[in-house]
T-cell receptor
Framework: SAVISQKPSRDICQRGTSLTIQCQVDSQVTMMFWYRQQPGQSLTLIATANQGSEATYESGFVIDKFPISRPNLTFSTLTVSNMSPEDSSIYLC??????????FGQGTRLTVV | AQKITQTQPGMFVQEKEAVTLDCTYDTSDQSYGLFWYKQPSSGEMIFLIYQGSYDEQNATEGRYSLNFQKARKSANLVISASQLGDSAMYFCAMRELNTNAGKSTFGDGTTLTVKP
């Protein structure tokens, strides 16, 4: 199984500020995925991060709001920019293993006040 | 487009009994994978079980089994001998393997409560 270290595990942030979430994987992976889970809801894919190219964003998510970095095959960051209370969610990174398994980081529980 | 439907917002089960969580899906792809995850109150997503569209046998992992009925497009999770620690949110997810590689679509989830 893949080990994904995600941090911070939780944070309380002031509106208008930005938070960068980090994910470190214990082995090289081609694609990393970032999801948002709003309170009481399911997971929604924000973007797919490939090493060496720009992230691919899903409908409703834009790079200015959620910039992503993927400097190498084991690491990625997601920044939530200019936060508002509506950004309060759990943010999760995920990687695949042989398409039959998908592993998630521990999640970042973000509260914007 | 792929879609996952979980029609049970909440389920209750007595400890030590079995419970079935429903999941139906829709896809036009012939090659896809179905997943179940457990999310406890801590928020982490725990992978439970996987079923490939071409797998002939239903997947099993310990107390978890997947009742895969391809013609009906259903992939129900069966948890046997429920334990108090099974109380959590459960998500069904699907990934089309020929396209959108790696991107998963999730259902709305089912909250399972195990009663002592």
């Amino acid at each position: 199984s893949a080990v994904i270290s995600q941090k911070p595990s939780r944070d309380i942030c002031q509106r208008g500020t930005s938070l960068t979430i980090q994910c470190q994987v214990d082995s090289q992976v081609t694609m990393m995925f970032w999801y948002r889970q709003q309170p009481g809801q399911s997971l929604t894919l924000i973007a797919t991060a490939n090493q060496g190219s720009e992230a691919t964003y899903e409908s409703g998510f834009v790079i200015d709001k959620f910039p992503i970095s993927r400097p190498n095959l084991t690491f990625s960051t997601l920044t939530v920019s200019n936060m508002s209370p509506e950004d309060s969610s759990i943010y999760l990174c995920s990687v695949d293993r042989a398409r039959k398994q998908a592993f998630f980081g521990q999640g970042t529980r973000l509260t914007v006040v | 487009a792929q879609k996952i439907t979980q029609t049970q917002p909440g389920m209750f089960v007595q400890e030590k009994e079995a419970v079935t969580l429903d999941c139906t899906y829709d896809t036009s792809d012939q090659s896809y994978g179905l997943f179940w995850y457990k999310q406890p109150s801590s928020g982490e997503m725990i992978f439970l079980i996987y079923q490939g569209s071409y797998d002939e046998q239903n997947a099993t992992e310990g107390r978890y089994s997947l009742n895969f009925q391809k013609a009906r497009k259903s992939a129900n999770l069966v948890i046997s001998a429920s334990q108090l620690g099974d109380s959590a949110m459960y998500f069904c997810a699907m990934r089309e393997l020929n396209t959108n590689a790696g991107k998963s679509t999730f259902g709305d989830g089912t909250t399972l409560t195990v009663k002592p």
